[in-house]
Protein backbone atom coordinates (compact mmCIF):
# COMPACT_ATOMS: atom_id res chain seq x y z
CA UNK A 1 0.00 0.00 0.00
CA UNK A 2 1.45 3.38 -1.22
CA UNK A 3 0.07 6.78 -0.54
CA UNK A 4 1.13 9.85 -2.26
CA UNK A 5 0.51 13.73 -2.10
CA UNK A 6 -0.89 14.93 -5.99
CA UNK A 7 2.18 15.78 -6.66
CA UNK A 8 3.42 11.93 -6.56
CA UNK A 9 5.70 12.30 -3.36
CA UNK A 10 5.34 8.95 -1.38
CA UNK A 11 3.80 9.37 1.90
CA UNK A 12 3.41 6.40 3.31
CA UNK A 13 5.21 2.70 1.84
CA UNK A 14 3.67 -0.23 3.89
CA UNK A 15 6.10 -3.57 4.82
CA UNK A 16 4.67 -5.19 2.06
CA UNK A 17 6.23 -2.58 -0.52
CA UNK A 18 9.39 -3.08 1.56
CA UNK A 19 9.25 -6.71 0.86
CA UNK A 20 7.39 -6.51 -2.73
CA UNK A 21 10.43 -4.19 -4.37
CA UNK A 22 13.01 -3.69 -2.39
CA UNK A 23 13.57 -0.03 -0.71
CA UNK A 24 12.59 0.56 2.85
CA UNK A 25 10.26 2.98 3.58
CA UNK A 26 13.17 5.47 5.12
CA UNK A 27 14.48 5.49 1.39
CA UNK A 28 11.31 5.31 -0.58
CA UNK A 29 9.03 7.99 1.66
CA UNK A 30 9.43 11.59 0.40
CA UNK A 31 10.63 10.52 -2.82
CA UNK A 32 8.57 10.24 -6.21
CA UNK A 33 7.91 6.50 -6.64
CA UNK A 34 11.74 4.76 -6.99
CA UNK A 35 9.76 1.52 -9.00
CA UNK A 36 9.18 3.08 -11.44
CA UNK A 37 11.81 3.12 -14.61
CA UNK A 38 12.17 6.68 -16.47
CA UNK A 39 10.39 5.05 -19.43
CA UNK A 40 7.40 4.47 -17.34
CA UNK A 41 6.57 8.10 -15.87
CA UNK A 42 4.69 9.77 -18.41
CA UNK A 43 1.95 6.34 -17.69
CA UNK A 44 2.10 6.83 -14.26
CA UNK A 45 1.61 10.72 -14.21
CA UNK A 46 -0.97 9.97 -16.22
CA UNK A 47 -2.64 7.45 -14.23
CA UNK A 48 -2.08 9.76 -10.74
CA UNK A 49 -3.72 12.47 -12.76
CA UNK A 50 -6.60 10.13 -13.57
CA UNK A 51 -7.17 9.05 -9.76
CA UNK A 52 -6.42 12.73 -8.57
CA UNK A 53 -9.43 13.58 -11.24
CA UNK A 54 -11.92 11.20 -9.85
CA UNK A 55 -11.60 8.34 -11.78
CA UNK A 56 -10.46 5.56 -9.57
CA UNK A 57 -9.39 2.07 -11.41
CA UNK A 58 -8.74 -1.05 -10.27
CA UNK A 59 -6.83 -4.06 -12.20
CA UNK A 60 -4.27 -2.39 -13.89
CA UNK A 61 -1.59 -4.16 -14.95
CA UNK A 62 2.54 -3.41 -16.17
CA UNK A 63 5.83 -3.89 -15.17
CA UNK A 64 8.10 -2.16 -12.36
CA UNK A 65 11.49 -2.45 -10.89
CA UNK A 66 12.97 -3.83 -7.86
CA UNK A 67 16.09 -2.20 -6.38
CA UNK A 68 17.98 -4.75 -7.24
CA UNK A 69 17.32 -4.14 -10.82
CA UNK A 70 14.73 -6.82 -11.10
CA UNK A 71 11.44 -6.84 -12.87
CA UNK A 72 7.96 -7.22 -10.94
CA UNK A 73 4.67 -7.18 -12.72
CA UNK A 74 1.92 -5.64 -10.61
CA UNK A 75 -1.56 -5.33 -10.86
CA UNK A 76 -2.38 -1.28 -9.78
CA UNK A 77 -5.90 -0.25 -7.99
CA UNK A 78 -6.19 3.73 -7.04
CA UNK A 79 -8.04 6.13 -5.68
CA UNK A 80 -7.99 9.85 -4.50
CA UNK A 81 -7.94 11.10 -1.12
CA UNK A 82 -10.18 13.83 -0.32
CA UNK A 83 -9.56 16.41 2.52
CA UNK A 84 -12.81 18.02 4.92
CA UNK A 85 -13.28 19.79 1.44
CA UNK A 86 -13.86 16.94 -1.06
CA UNK A 87 -10.62 18.04 -2.75
CA UNK A 88 -7.65 15.72 -3.70
CA UNK A 89 -5.43 15.62 -0.62
CA UNK A 90 -3.71 13.33 -2.52
CA UNK A 91 -4.19 9.21 -3.83
CA UNK A 92 -3.76 5.65 -2.26
CA UNK A 93 -2.75 2.75 -4.59
CA UNK A 94 -2.47 -0.62 -3.82
CA UNK A 95 -0.21 -2.89 -5.81
CA UNK A 96 -0.90 -6.61 -5.99
CA UNK A 97 2.73 -8.70 -7.09
CA UNK A 98 1.71 -10.48 -9.89
CA UNK A 99 5.11 -11.80 -11.27
CA UNK A 100 4.13 -15.35 -10.55
CA UNK A 101 1.04 -15.40 -12.38
CA UNK A 102 2.53 -13.85 -15.19
CA UNK A 103 5.63 -16.22 -15.53
CA UNK A 104 2.70 -18.83 -15.44
CA UNK A 105 0.62 -17.71 -17.98
CA UNK A 106 3.53 -16.90 -20.13
CA UNK A 107 4.80 -20.91 -19.70
CA UNK A 108 1.53 -22.14 -20.74
CA UNK A 109 1.12 -20.00 -23.38
CA UNK A 110 4.31 -21.46 -24.68
CA UNK A 111 3.74 -25.03 -24.16
CA UNK A 112 0.47 -24.28 -25.51
CA UNK A 113 2.53 -23.17 -28.83
CA UNK A 114 4.86 -26.01 -28.47
CA UNK A 115 1.48 -28.55 -28.50
CA UNK A 116 0.16 -26.83 -31.16
CA UNK A 117 3.16 -26.77 -33.61
CA UNK A 118 4.33 -29.95 -32.77
CA UNK A 119 0.45 -30.94 -33.68
CA UNK A 120 0.91 -29.16 -37.40
CA UNK A 121 4.40 -30.97 -37.54
CA UNK A 122 2.91 -34.43 -36.70
CA UNK A 123 0.10 -33.43 -39.26
CA UNK A 124 2.76 -32.89 -41.96
CA UNK A 125 4.78 -35.81 -41.29
CA UNK A 126 1.48 -37.84 -42.24
CA UNK A 127 1.01 -36.47 -45.41
CA UNK A 128 4.54 -35.86 -46.57
CA UNK A 129 5.21 -39.78 -45.90
CA UNK A 130 2.16 -41.40 -47.42
CA UNK A 131 3.21 -39.28 -50.29
CA UNK A 132 6.47 -40.39 -50.51
CA UNK A 133 5.30 -43.63 -49.98
CA UNK A 134 3.57 -44.04 -52.78
CA UNK A 135 5.86 -42.19 -54.96
CA UNK A 136 8.59 -43.89 -54.28
CA UNK A 137 6.44 -47.30 -55.35
CA UNK A 138 6.13 -45.34 -58.92
CA UNK A 139 9.82 -43.98 -58.90
CA UNK A 140 10.29 -47.84 -58.99
CA UNK A 141 8.93 -48.34 -62.27
CA UNK A 142 10.57 -45.91 -63.89
CA UNK A 143 13.84 -46.48 -62.94
CA UNK A 144 13.71 -50.14 -63.28
CA UNK A 145 12.36 -49.92 -66.96
CA UNK A 146 15.08 -47.06 -67.92
CA UNK A 147 17.36 -49.64 -66.27
CA UNK A 148 16.52 -52.57 -68.79
CA UNK A 149 15.74 -50.69 -72.07
CA UNK A 150 19.84 -49.27 -71.36
CA UNK A 151 20.67 -52.68 -71.21
CA UNK A 152 19.06 -53.64 -74.37
CA UNK A 153 20.12 -50.43 -76.00
CA UNK A 154 23.88 -50.51 -77.82
CA UNK A 155 25.57 -47.84 -77.02
CA UNK A 156 25.72 -46.22 -80.19
CA UNK A 157 21.76 -46.00 -79.79
CA UNK A 158 20.71 -41.83 -80.16
CA UNK A 159 17.88 -42.88 -77.79
CA UNK A 160 20.54 -43.55 -74.80
CA UNK A 161 20.79 -40.12 -73.99
CA UNK A 162 16.90 -39.73 -73.57
CA UNK A 163 16.89 -43.02 -71.28
CA UNK A 164 19.82 -41.57 -69.71
CA UNK A 165 18.17 -38.58 -68.40
CA UNK A 166 15.27 -40.15 -67.50
CA UNK A 167 16.98 -42.58 -65.38
CA UNK A 168 19.20 -39.30 -64.06
CA UNK A 169 15.75 -37.34 -63.00
CA UNK A 170 14.27 -40.43 -61.54
CA UNK A 171 17.21 -40.99 -59.01
CA UNK A 172 17.03 -37.27 -57.90
CA UNK A 173 13.29 -37.95 -57.49
CA UNK A 174 13.93 -40.90 -55.55
CA UNK A 175 16.59 -38.67 -53.52
CA UNK A 176 13.76 -36.39 -52.41
CA UNK A 177 11.23 -39.01 -51.60
CA UNK A 178 14.36 -40.28 -49.26
CA UNK A 179 14.40 -37.22 -47.44
CA UNK A 180 10.59 -36.25 -46.76
CA UNK A 181 10.07 -40.32 -45.39
CA UNK A 182 13.18 -39.03 -43.11
CA UNK A 183 10.97 -36.23 -42.32
CA UNK A 184 7.69 -38.01 -41.63
CA UNK A 185 10.07 -40.92 -39.67
CA UNK A 186 9.65 -44.01 -41.51
CA UNK A 187 13.29 -45.03 -42.77
CA UNK A 188 14.59 -47.36 -41.63
CA UNK A 189 17.47 -47.02 -39.25
CA UNK A 190 20.30 -48.91 -37.75
CA UNK A 191 20.29 -47.46 -34.16
CA UNK A 192 23.35 -48.45 -31.90
CA UNK A 193 25.13 -46.87 -29.08
CA UNK A 194 27.50 -43.92 -30.23
CA UNK A 195 29.77 -41.54 -29.06
CA UNK A 196 28.57 -38.13 -30.49
CA UNK A 197 32.16 -36.29 -30.03
CA UNK A 198 33.37 -39.13 -32.17
CA UNK A 199 30.92 -38.35 -34.89
CA UNK A 200 31.40 -34.95 -34.82
CA UNK A 201 35.12 -35.50 -34.47
CA UNK A 202 34.62 -37.53 -38.14
CA UNK A 203 33.02 -35.50 -39.50
CA UNK A 204 35.55 -32.42 -38.99
CA UNK A 205 37.88 -32.63 -42.17
CA UNK A 206 35.00 -33.07 -44.53
CA UNK A 207 33.21 -29.86 -42.63
CA UNK A 208 36.13 -27.79 -43.29
CA UNK A 209 36.13 -28.41 -47.23
CA UNK A 210 32.67 -27.76 -47.22
CA UNK A 211 31.86 -24.68 -45.09
CA UNK A 212 35.35 -22.77 -47.24
CA UNK A 213 37.72 -20.77 -45.77
CA UNK A 214 36.11 -17.58 -44.74
CA UNK A 215 33.91 -19.90 -42.36
CA UNK A 216 35.99 -20.27 -39.01
CA UNK A 217 35.09 -23.59 -37.47
CA UNK A 218 35.12 -24.14 -33.84
CA UNK A 219 34.21 -27.33 -31.89
CA UNK A 220 34.07 -27.39 -27.89
CA UNK A 221 33.44 -31.09 -27.36
CA UNK A 222 32.62 -32.19 -23.58
CA UNK A 223 34.93 -34.74 -21.95
CA UNK A 224 33.49 -37.79 -20.85
CA UNK A 225 30.34 -37.34 -22.65
CA UNK A 226 27.52 -39.65 -22.94
CA UNK A 227 26.84 -42.22 -25.30
CA UNK A 228 23.44 -41.64 -26.97
CA UNK A 229 21.03 -44.58 -29.31
CA UNK A 230 21.03 -43.34 -32.97
CA UNK A 231 22.32 -44.19 -36.51
CA UNK A 232 25.90 -42.58 -36.80
CA UNK A 233 25.25 -42.30 -40.73
CA UNK A 234 22.04 -40.28 -40.24
CA UNK A 235 23.92 -38.17 -37.32
CA UNK A 236 26.48 -36.71 -39.63
CA UNK A 237 23.65 -35.98 -42.19
CA UNK A 238 22.19 -34.18 -39.21
CA UNK A 239 25.57 -32.73 -38.98
CA UNK A 240 26.29 -31.85 -42.44
CA UNK A 241 22.89 -30.26 -43.23
CA UNK A 242 23.39 -27.64 -40.21
CA UNK A 243 26.36 -27.31 -41.30
CA UNK A 244 25.44 -26.16 -44.57
CA UNK A 245 22.42 -24.01 -43.65
CA UNK A 246 24.59 -22.20 -41.11
CA UNK A 247 27.41 -21.44 -44.25
CA UNK A 248 24.57 -20.12 -46.60
CA UNK A 249 23.35 -18.18 -43.64
CA UNK A 250 26.92 -16.46 -43.70
CA UNK A 251 27.59 -15.39 -47.05
CA UNK A 252 30.23 -12.77 -46.15
CA UNK A 253 32.30 -15.19 -43.83
CA UNK A 254 31.84 -15.86 -39.60
CA UNK A 255 32.12 -18.11 -37.37
CA UNK A 256 30.44 -21.76 -36.68
CA UNK A 257 30.52 -23.53 -33.31
CA UNK A 258 29.71 -26.92 -32.68
CA UNK A 259 29.65 -28.12 -29.24
CA UNK A 260 28.96 -31.05 -27.11
CA UNK A 261 27.38 -31.54 -23.41
CA UNK A 262 26.03 -33.73 -20.97
CA UNK A 263 22.24 -32.33 -19.75
CA UNK A 264 20.00 -33.40 -16.92
CA UNK A 265 16.63 -32.46 -17.83
CA UNK A 266 14.49 -31.93 -14.48
CA UNK A 267 10.51 -32.30 -14.55
CA UNK A 268 10.44 -28.48 -15.15
CA UNK A 269 12.82 -28.08 -17.83
CA UNK A 270 11.26 -31.10 -19.35
CA UNK A 271 7.76 -29.57 -19.39
CA UNK A 272 8.91 -26.96 -21.69
CA UNK A 273 11.14 -28.38 -23.68
CA UNK A 274 8.40 -29.72 -26.21
CA UNK A 275 7.46 -32.07 -23.44
CA UNK A 276 10.27 -34.44 -23.38
CA UNK A 277 10.64 -36.82 -20.55
CA UNK A 278 13.03 -35.96 -17.72
CA UNK A 279 15.97 -37.43 -17.25
CA UNK A 280 19.55 -37.67 -18.86
CA UNK A 281 20.75 -36.19 -22.27
CA UNK A 282 23.60 -35.19 -24.56
CA UNK A 283 23.27 -31.99 -26.62
CA UNK A 284 24.40 -31.32 -29.60
CA UNK A 285 24.34 -26.92 -30.32
CA UNK A 286 25.28 -25.53 -34.23
CA UNK A 287 25.86 -21.78 -33.50
CA UNK A 288 26.55 -19.46 -36.26
CA UNK A 289 27.05 -15.58 -36.75
CA UNK A 290 25.02 -14.80 -39.59
CA UNK A 291 22.11 -13.40 -40.69
CA UNK A 292 19.57 -14.76 -38.21
CA UNK A 293 15.75 -15.39 -38.89
CA UNK A 294 12.54 -12.98 -37.61
CA UNK A 295 10.20 -15.17 -35.27
CA UNK A 296 7.96 -15.46 -39.08
CA UNK A 297 10.66 -17.76 -40.79
CA UNK A 298 11.86 -19.46 -37.26
CA UNK A 299 8.27 -20.78 -37.12
CA UNK A 300 8.03 -22.72 -40.46
CA UNK A 301 12.10 -23.41 -40.78
CA UNK A 302 11.47 -27.51 -40.44
CA UNK A 303 8.28 -27.64 -42.71
CA UNK A 304 9.38 -29.60 -46.15
CA UNK A 305 10.01 -27.51 -49.20
CA UNK A 306 9.81 -23.88 -46.98
CA UNK A 307 13.33 -21.89 -47.94
CA UNK A 308 14.41 -18.63 -47.80
CA UNK A 309 17.33 -19.53 -50.17
CA UNK A 310 16.78 -18.39 -54.05
CA UNK A 311 15.34 -20.65 -56.40
CA UNK A 312 17.65 -23.15 -57.39
CA UNK A 313 20.01 -22.75 -53.88
CA UNK A 314 17.97 -25.38 -52.17
CA UNK A 315 14.95 -27.93 -52.16
CA UNK A 316 14.31 -26.74 -48.89
CA UNK A 317 14.25 -30.42 -47.30
CA UNK A 318 17.10 -30.04 -45.43
CA UNK A 319 16.33 -28.97 -41.88
CA UNK A 320 12.90 -31.21 -42.60
CA UNK A 321 15.16 -34.02 -42.95
CA UNK A 322 17.34 -33.13 -40.00
CA UNK A 323 13.53 -32.71 -37.65
CA UNK A 324 12.69 -36.42 -38.55
CA UNK A 325 15.90 -38.10 -37.57
CA UNK A 326 15.97 -36.39 -34.43
CA UNK A 327 12.45 -37.12 -33.82
CA UNK A 328 12.50 -40.90 -34.72
CA UNK A 329 15.32 -41.49 -32.44
CA UNK A 330 13.57 -39.88 -29.64
CA UNK A 331 15.02 -36.44 -29.23
CA UNK A 332 14.18 -33.16 -29.39
CA UNK A 333 15.77 -29.97 -32.38
CA UNK A 334 15.43 -26.19 -30.89
CA UNK A 335 16.42 -23.38 -32.42
CA UNK A 336 17.62 -19.81 -30.92
CA UNK A 337 17.74 -16.91 -33.46
CA UNK A 338 17.94 -13.04 -34.20
CA UNK A 339 17.93 -11.58 -37.41
CA UNK A 340 21.93 -9.71 -37.65
CA UNK A 341 22.72 -11.90 -34.78
CA UNK A 342 23.04 -15.74 -35.61
CA UNK A 343 21.07 -18.28 -35.04
CA UNK A 344 21.73 -21.47 -32.88
CA UNK A 345 20.68 -24.93 -33.31
CA UNK A 346 20.40 -27.56 -30.16
CA UNK A 347 19.42 -30.99 -30.38
CA UNK A 348 18.58 -33.36 -27.18
CA UNK A 349 19.37 -37.04 -27.25
CA UNK A 350 18.80 -39.50 -24.83
CA UNK A 351 21.37 -40.52 -23.31
CA UNK A 352 22.32 -44.99 -23.43
CA UNK A 353 23.95 -46.49 -20.75
CA UNK A 354 24.87 -49.55 -23.16
CA UNK A 355 28.83 -49.75 -24.51
CA UNK A 356 29.59 -48.07 -27.62
CA UNK A 357 29.48 -50.14 -30.71
CA UNK A 358 31.97 -49.83 -33.58
CA UNK A 359 30.83 -49.34 -36.46
Request: aromatic residues 6%; hydrophobic residues 40%; contains cysteine.
Amino acid sequence: IVAMRPDGVVTRWNRAAERVFGWPAEEAIGRRLVCVPEHKQHEFDTLRNRALAGNSFTGFETQLRRRDGGAVHVSISSAALPDHDGRPAGLVAIYTDITDRRRAEEELRQSQEQFRQAQKMEAVGRLAGGVAHDFNNLLTAILSYSEMLLGELPPTDPMRDDLEQIRQAGTRASELTNQLLAFSRRQLLQLRSVDLNRIVGGVDRMLRRLIGEDVELKTVLAPELRLTRADPGQLEQVILNLAVNSRDAMPNGGRLTISTANVELGEAAAARLDRMEPGAYVSLSVEDTGTGMDPEVRERIFEPFFTTKGPGRGTGLGLSTVYGIVKQVGGAIFVSSEPEVGSTFTIYLPASADAAETA
